[in-house]
């Protein structure tokens, strides 16, 4: 339905004239009042639970994930080096973050080892052919595995959530 100009200026006219009281779902002037007395209006805001730490894990794993995918897609010559610092990175930050948060299980450091010598097997086979897809990508999902036990074992879903 298309109004011409003046159908619209006379619908706007009559809007403003005809005067409608809107009332408010609730009684707001018991808060008003106690703005006015305190000098300080309501507090409404709720606390945050954790979740600016989960969307900071959240957007570190995405970055990675982008990262290696820039990486491997390009194969470039020394894209293994730089994942390598890059993983390095984020794996010693995450380590620092929880360092001072008990772990949920004792056994996730001996996991830990286990990840690290499969990333050292697969950094070996790749001195071979450092431009092999295959490898690069079992590298970035070793990389992964261990950001990701890391997480799991100090900030589990059902602790965050």
Known sequence: MKMSKPEFEQFLN???????????????WPG????????????????????????A???????????????VGQGEPNSMMAMSDYFTKQKQGLLVQYQN??????????????LEEAESAIKQ??????????LLQMLSQVYQQQLDLINKVHAPKWQTI
């Open 32 to 55: 008003v009042e106690r703005a006015i007395a305190t000098g300080q209006p309501e507090q409404t805001e709720k606390p945050n639970h954790g979740w600016n730490k989960l969307a």
């Open 101 to 114: 948060q008990p772990a949920l299980t004792d056994n996730w450091q001996q996991q830990l080892k286990e």
């Open 57 to 71: 894990v959240a957007a570190c794993c995405i970055a990675a994930l982008l990262t290696v995918q820039l990486f």
């Open 125 to 134: 086979a790749l001195e071979n052919e450092p431009e092999n897809p295959a």
């Open 14 to 28: 009559d809007s403003l004239n005809h005067k409608q009281d809107i009332s408010p779902d609730k009684d707001l």
